[in-house]
């Protein structure tokens, strides 16, 4: 849809999201998570004889990406206007560089309320509460991704007392939610 540039470089995309709808009474989410690839490099020297490719060192890499998207009253996403879809392979100070830099353009400081949602790497979470300021945002949340908060209501649950049982652990968690079941 639109070639990534430098921070402050925007695309038709990015225009065109903040045209459409402007922050004012909206809320804005704000998503951010890593992930992994094998970048491929050639190996070295020549090929080894018998063989026909030179072959590959894979080492892994930790691309960030980032997902903004309007709100609407009801808390779902807002299919009048297009996500903006963007992935660095830079550091943590060049991603929120690139966030900072979407914010500003699509004028997240008049949102209604903007949600900032990442998995559990304390990297984010430091930051998060200083671009706000930065942006003069408001009203702002910082919530755990549906995944990551599953898998670590899944380790509590782990750490219960194996003399519950199965059925009473059972109606603690049930498919990965609490309950309001009580384990007495």
């Known amino acids: 849809m639109y070639a990534p540039g430098p921070a402050g470089d925007f695309t038709p995309a990015t225009d065109q999201f903040s045209r459409d709808r402007r922050a004012e009474t909206r809320s804005l989410l704000v998503c951010i998570d890593g992930g992994r690839l094998r970048e491929r490099s050639p190996k070295a020297g020549r090929r ?11 080492d892994w890499r930790e691309p960030t990406q980032v997902v903004i998207q309007w709100l609407n009253e009801q808390g779902r ?23 900072e830099s979407y914010l500003a353009q699509i004028g997240a400081g008049n949102a209604d309320f903007v949600i900032f949602c990442a998995d559990g790497a304390r ?12 942006l003069k945002i408001n009203a702002h949340a910082e919530i755990i991704d549906y995944t990551h908060a599953k898998q670590n209501l899944w ?3 782990e750490q219960l007392p194996k003399k519950l049982g199965v059925q009473k652990q059972a109606t603690l968690f049930k498919n990965g939610k609490p309950c309001s079941g009580r384990a007495s």
């Not at 080894?48 to 894979?58: N, V």
């Not at 903006?84 to 060049?94: E, L, N, R, V």
């Not at 990297?123 to 930065?134: E, G, I, V």
């Open 48 to 58: 080894p004889a018998g063989q026909k490719r030179q072959g590959y060192h894979t």
């Open 77 to 99: 996403k807002c299919n009048e206007t297009l996500p903006i879809y963007d992935a660095t392979m830079a550091d943590i100070d060049g991603v929120f560089q690139l966030l």
């Open 123 to 134: 990297r984010y979470w430091a930051r998060f509460s200083a671009l706000a300021q930065k």
């Open 155 to 157: 380790l509590l649950a």
